[in-house]
């Protein structure tokens, strides 16, 4: 019990971000071997410092959604293990019950006020305004989540998000805590699990916390080794309509630290129907220790015939990095800078932002976040005329916004 109860004087927080060239630096110390993948963690940082697979807290072995028995502990005593903790009575109880069928919810609001206000129109502030006039209330998420244990080694999970289906798949045991198999609706996994669905360099590639995909997942570990591998059908068309995208990571993990590398591959289809390669390469390391977590991905895309690689073939690029601090049990702060490069050879059309958050659970199942954003202007922007994707416009010119969000989870 005393391995427990050093689990339980931790502190334990959220995750932040350490950037590419120290998350190369710790897979080539850590020497894990790594191929093209993504890290199936739903709080990283938790993970890091308990040095415990999700499913240990998680009934989804990938993480995030329903927490199974030690994780609503976890969560109940504001993400801490409580002293008289016992690992062996929980994991005895909870093998006696069995649920059939657990039930989430999870309700976002926010109040979203730009800070470039223009008084002459009437524009509503939204996470992509600019220079709005009308600040607004937005339903951020109701997401309801059901999950059925069909039998002892098959799970079933559906989720619906404000009348769309999020999550519809089946999650087989093949080798208990270390293969699982996905079949359904599901996110793909890449990189480090985000639940902030603005971060630019997910949403610059389409990864973002509310996209969704339909294939097949591998998913589990080996030790200190995890590894998931996906096949999909993408977002691209092909001639032949047929599935065309897959996906891989690996990586590992020694004391407080995960690190590993994930790899994308996608067929996309050119103006002349000529179908070519996609490849998105992202390294990503998380560190978490004592109430401190610094978190960390860099990521790289290159397109066409994909038979070799060097520096001069990356046409896009993005990363974050950041820290994240938990003071008290109930209340964390942290701060992220991303950077997303959609096109290299165009100047100017990188967005940067600096984010600042501030969180605090006033609850057991409720917290409040407040965020600031600075979405810092490009030296080398155009003028607004010569700029053809008008999306781009708000993150180049560097426009603030604040946003209070409520956050609840039953």
């Keep these: 019990m005393k391995i427990y109860q050093e689990i339980a004087l931790r502190q334990l927080q ?36 308990l040095e415990k697979d999700c499913n240990f807290c998680h009934i989804d072995p990938a993480g995030g959604g329903p927490r199974n028995r030690i994780g609503e502990i976890f969560e109940e005593n504001y993400f801490e293990f409580p002293e008289d903790f016992d690992i062996d009575a929980v994991t005895e109880e909870t093998k006696k019950v069995i649920k059939q069928l657990t039930t989430s919810l999870d309700l976002q609001t926010a ?34 989540t059901f999950n059925a244990q069909a039998s002892e080694h098959v799970r079933l999970t ?17 080798i208990p805590k270390h293969l699982y198999v996905k079949v359904g609706k599901f996110r793909l996994p890449f990189g480090i699990k985000q639940k902030d669905h603005n971060l630019l360099v997910r949403e610059g590639y389409d990864l973002g916390s509310n996209k969704r995909d339909v294939g097949l997942e591998l998913s589990g570990n080996a030790g200190r080794i995890f590894y998931n591998a996906a096949y999909f059908n993408g977002e691209n068309v092909t001639a032949k309509g047929v599935p065309k995208g897959g996906l891989g990571t690996i990586g590992g993990q020694l004391g407080p630290i995960r690190a590993g590398i994930s790899c994308k591959y996608e067929k996309t289809s050119d103006e002349k129907q000529q179908i070519e390669w996609e490849r998105l390469v992202g390294i990503f390391a998380t560190i978490s220790y004592s109430g401190l977590s610094l978190e960390g991905e860099f990521n790289f895309r290159n397109r066409g015939k994909v038979r070799s690689f060097s520096v001069d073939d990356v046409d896009s690029k993005g990363y ?10 109930q209340l964390t702060v942290a701060g992220r800078y991303g950077l997303f490069d959609p096109d290299r050879t165009v100047l100017g059309d990188a967005g940067r932002r600096i ?47 604040v946003i209070l969000m409520s956050h609840f989870w039953f």
């Excluded at 998000?161 to 093949?174: K, M, P, S």
């Design 14 to 49: 959220k995750q932040t971000f350490i950037g590419k060239y120290i998350s190369v630096l710790l897979i080539a110390i850590f020497g894990y071997g790594y191929l093209c993948v993504n890290s199936a963690e739903a709080l990283p940082e938790f993970a890091a410092e």
């Design 111 to 144: 109040f979203i006020k730009d800070l470039h206000t223009d008084g002459s129109d009437d524009a509503v502030a939204s996470c992509t305004s600019c220079h709005t006039s009308v600040d607004r209330f937005l339903l951020m998420q109701a997401e309801v």
């Design 158 to 174: 559906l989720s619906n998000n404000l009348g769309n289906t999020l999550n519809a798949f089946a999650t087989v045991d093949a």
């Design 320 to 329: 974050y990095f950041g820290a994240k601090y938990r003071i008290l049990p």
């Design 355 to 401: 984010t600042i958050i501030a969180k605090y659970n006033f609850m057991e199942n409720g917290a409040i976040s407040l965020f600031y954003w600075a979405n810092l202007p490009n030296a080398d922007r155009p003028p607004d005329e010569e700029i053809n994707n008008k999306s781009m416009l708000r993150q180049l010119k560097g426009a603030n916004q």
